[in-house]
């Protein structure tokens, strides 16, 4: 499985953007797919994530109601919608997998990265 990030760019302060995560490999759908964070020197933190059939979700307490996190199998996409966008938001944003049944969210347990997609939130 590889993946590939998209979306980000400059937000104004209290918008929305999308990103998106598209998979390359058939066995996507076996993964649990998070979406983390890096700003400036700080550490690269997990902002919500889901499991392989996407009834399992976890959201971070700062973004809980305004970040959503959804995936489409068939389409080997994962999608994080990010709403009522904060100064705090802007950050570098990965997604990253792990071939694992449960839910991770700690950073060891995703060994498949994306590239980073920058996220900027003018105020």
């Known amino acids: 499985v590889q993946l590939q990030a998209s979306g980000g760019g400059l937000v104004p302060l209290g918008g929305s953007t999308r990103l998106s995560c598209e998979a390359s490999g058939r066995s996507f759908s076996r993964y649990a797919v998070a979406w983390f964070r890096q700003a400036p020197g700080k550490e690269r933190d997990v902002v919500g994530a889901?499991?392989?059939?996407?009834?399992?979700?976890y959201y971070t307490d700062s973004v809980k109601g305004r970040f959503t996190v959804a995936r489409d199998n068939a389409k080997l996409t994962v999608w994080l919608q990010m709403n009522s966008l904060k100064p705090e938001d802007t950050a570098v944003y990965y997604c990253a997998a792990a071939n694992d049944y449960w839910l991770p969210i700690v950073r060891f347990r995703y060994t498949i990265w994306g590239q980073g997609t920058l996220v900027t939130v003018s105020s």
């Open positions: 889901i499991n392989w059939s996407g009834n399992d979700i």
